[in-house]
Nanobody, 125 residues
Framework: QVQLVESGGGLVQAGGSLRLSCATS????????MGWFRQAPGKEREFVAA????????YYVDSVKGRFTISRDNAKNTMYLQMNGLKPDDTATYFC??????????????????WGQGLQVSVSS
């Protein structure tokens, strides 16, 4: 089992920045990929970014490229999402996720077995 605890959400004006954190515990040695998804009211859960735990290779949805940066600190077993240039369209509940399985399609939520509780990020115009 892997446990995920998120922190760092909040309210920010358009153009501002936030950093989300996702602390892991449990069987962290088995982590393969970790990711961030978001879900706005009335919409489906959307892939945002992912990172391969072993070598730090990253994946992003086009809408956040150049604005968001995903990273991890293996020593602290923590993943981060630095969000700059925030837009009102980024308003959503953000979820941290983790998979211990190789070969998953990183942008599909069904590939992740572990999820955080969700963080609200609100961007005002």
């Amino acid at each position: 089992q892997v446990q995920l605890v998120e922190s760092g959400g909040g309210l920010v004006q358009a153009g501002g920045s936030l950093r989300l954190s996702c602390a892991t515990s449990g069987r962290t040695f088995s982590l393969h990929v970790m990711g961030w998804f978001r879900q706005a009211p009335g919409k489906e859960r959307e892939f945002v970014a992912a990172i391969r735990w072993s070598d730090g290779f990253t994946y992003y949805v086009d809408s956040v490229k150049g604005r968001f940066t995903i990273s991890r600190d293996n020593a602290k077993n923590t993943m981060y999402l630095q969000m700059n240039g925030l837009k009102p369209d980024d308003t959503a509940t953000y979820f941290c996720s983790a998979s211990t399985a190789a070969g998953l399609v990183v942008a599909r939520a069904t590939g992740y077995s572990y999820w955080g509780q969700g963080l609200q990020v609100s961007v005002s115009s």
